[in-house]
C-alpha cells in the first residue's frame, strides 16, 4: 500500500491534499485496490456544497460500487473530467488522479483526519 506523506487521510479511505483554503480529495490507493479494476466515476456539479461525511461521488469496478465521502465540508471548485473518459486513472496513479477541488468551509475539520503514520497503522489493522 502506498502513501504519501503531507497527505491527510479519512476512515473512509479518502486523502486530502490542502493548499491555501481549497482541497484536492480522491480514494487512496489502498481504497483503489479493494475496489479492483475501476471501470466508471460519478462525480457532483461544479459549486455543489457538502458537510463532512456527505457522499459527493460514486467509484464503480467490476467489483463493486462505492460511495466517496467527502472528508470535510466544503463547495465543489472543479471536478476532475479526465475521470468521466479515463476512470482507470484512478488504479495507475490514485494520488494523481484527484476527483474534487473544494473550497474549504471549516478548516478546523482538517485536524480530524490521519496523517501518514496514522493511516498506515489504521490500514493494518482493517487487514
Same mark, same amino acid.
Given at each position: !500500500?502506498?502513501?504519501? *506523506?503531507?497527505?491527510?487521510?479519512?476512515? =473512509?479511505?479518502?486523502? %486530502?491534499?490542502?493548499?491555501?483554503? #481549497? &482541497?484536492?480529495?480522491? %480514494?487512496?490507493? $489502498? &481504497?483503489?485496490?479493494?475496489?479492483?479494476?475501476?471501470?466508471?466515476?460519478?462525480?457532483?456539479?461544479?459549486?455543489?456544497?457538502? #458537510? &463532512?461525511?456527505?457522499?459527493? +461521488?460514486?467509484?464503480?469496478?467490476?467489483? &463493486?460500487?462505492? =460511495?466517496?465521502?467527502?472528508?470535510?465540508? +466544503? #463547495?465543489?471548485?472543479?471536478?476532475? /473530467?479526465?475521470?468521466?473518459?479515463? *476512470?482507470?486513472?484512478?488504479? /495507475? =496513479?490514485? $494520488?494523481?488522479?484527484?476527483?474534487?477541488?473544494?473550497?474549504?468551509?471549516? /478548516?478546523?475539520?482538517?485536524?480530524?483526519? !490521519?496523517?501518514? +503514520?496514522?493511516?498506515?497503522?489504521?490500514?493494518? #489493522?482493517?487487514?
Amino acid at each position: !500500500m502506498k502513501t504519501i *506523506p503531507g497527505l491527510l487521510y479519512s476512515n =473512509d479511505h479518502e486523502w %486530502i491534499k490542502v493548499e491555501d483554503g #481549497k &482541497a484536492y480529495i480522491g %480514494i487512496t490507493d $489502498y &481504497a483503489q485496490h479493494a475496489l479492483g479494476e475501476i471501470v466508471y466515476v460519478e462525480l457532483p456539479e461544479v459549486d455543489s456544497e457538502f #458537510k &463532512a461525511g456527505d457522499v459527493f +461521488g460514486v467509484t464503480e469496478s467490476v467489483k &463493486a460500487a462505492s =460511495d466517496s465521502y467527502l472528508p470535510v465540508s +466544503g #463547495k465543489v471548485l472543479e471536478v476532475n /473530467e479526465e475521470l468521466s473518459d479515463s *476512470p482507470q486513472l484512478i488504479n /495507475e =496513479d490514485p $494520488y494523481g488522479s484527484w476527483m474534487v477541488l473544494i473550497e474549504l468551509s471549516d /478548516e478546523t475539520e482538517l485536524e480530524q483526519l !490521519m496523517n501518514e +503514520g496514522q493511516y498506515q497503522e489504521f490500514c493494518g #489493522k482493517e487487514e
